[in-house]
């Protein structure tokens, strides 16, 4: 259990004690997307900024998976009800960065409010996510990550494989998975939550290859999916081969849901998941597990280039006084602290968002303590991110992803090729970006 879980609890004790400066405070809503165990360690550390002063208090609000929250805050603006904070998932920014008159942009806010604010604190591959072309930060990373490969060590040693040597390839994991299965160690090699972030987002940009064009849509909104490549094709078609054979079994679409429940049950002995599942594998898992990077095909020049981040950030919505922005202000402040951010990147396994944070947590040896826990670090910095490699910024991007995902499983159940998926996908996905830049113009 955490030390923001323990706080939030031991603070139950005092509740009364609390509750003539609680009532008296500024009070903010927080809508987000976390439940379960980052749940648990999200409202314990809000609670310890709620006790670490008598101005403001935060009340954070669970909404559903990310999707169901962006959807009832948008139907809560519309009413006039929307919260102060929002949290919004990475695909979600094209969206929020063309709400004109919704958002209160991070850099004015805390410019307004006379908070500490240096985007140059923030690691690169976070900043470059959710800047405007100006370089003004729109939205205050909170929870970033990015797709890992983790596996069953009791499986690799059963299979007559090294634990210590996660494959590194494509045609390495293959064999991989094939030997687990062959020797009995598994009934299924690896499987994937996501298909779409992690079999095309962030294999598309570990290969340095495009999604769309003008910067994966971050040149303008006129952009255009490409991603109908032979790369791809090659790759979701060797993903059903591979599924036939037994090697690989498919999560199901969207988030993948059967995907990380079939690494527990030792029925995978390998799962692709986001960096911030590590809270949750560690408590579900009754096995040893390892961590490795996600794999590339070792013939494509320039591989591996390095993975994308997913996860959210926090928005600030117009509509608000300025008292209670003030509020919203001074929270982010707090998040933003070494130690904050440090112990959420080591409760949760979504990265360090700053220098200071990733710095604070190699001089408390926690990487020394945890092998594998900064592989997504070392993933995302491989190489300085390209135009290819430093993100995506589509508009109705929510509804892509599941058009993706649609069209990868139309293969995984042999209706379509690789290529015919990847075409369609395209061709549909286009014409909601075409509806995006229409309604923005």
Known sequence: MSRFTLHALALGVATATLSVSANAATEVTWWHAMGGQLGEI??????????????????????????ETMTGAIAAFRAGEQPHILQVFEVGTGTMMNADGAIYPVYELMEAHGRAFDREAFLPAVVGYYTDTNGNMLSFPFNSSTPIMYYNRDAFEEAGLDPEQPPQTWEELAEYATQITESGAANCGFTTSWPSWV?????????????????????????????????????????????????????????????????????????FGSSASRADVAANADFEVGFGMQPYYDDVEGAPQNSIIGGATLWALQGHTDEEYAAVAAFFEYLSQPEVQAEWHQQTGYLPITQAAWDLSQEQGYYDENPGADISLKQMTLNEPTENSKGLRFGNFVQIRDIISEEMEAVMTGNKSGQEAADAAVERGNQLLRDFESANQ
């Open 42 to 67: 999200l409202e314990g550390m809000t609670e310890e900024f709620n006790a670490s002063q008598d101005e403001y208090r935060v009340t954070p609000s669970y909404r559903g998976n990310y999707t």
């Open 199 to 271: 079999m095309l987002e962030n294999f598309s940009a570990m290969h340095n290859s495009p999604l769309g064009t003008l910067e994966n849509g971050f040149g303008g909104l006129d952009t255009e999916l490409n991603f109908n490549n032979e790369l791809v094709a090659r790759h979701w078609d060797n993903l059903k081969t591979w599924q036939d054979a037994g090697a690989f079994k498919w999560g199901g679409p969207g988030s993948g849901p059967d995907a990380e429940p079939m690494f527990y049950s030792q029925e995978c002995a390998i799962f």
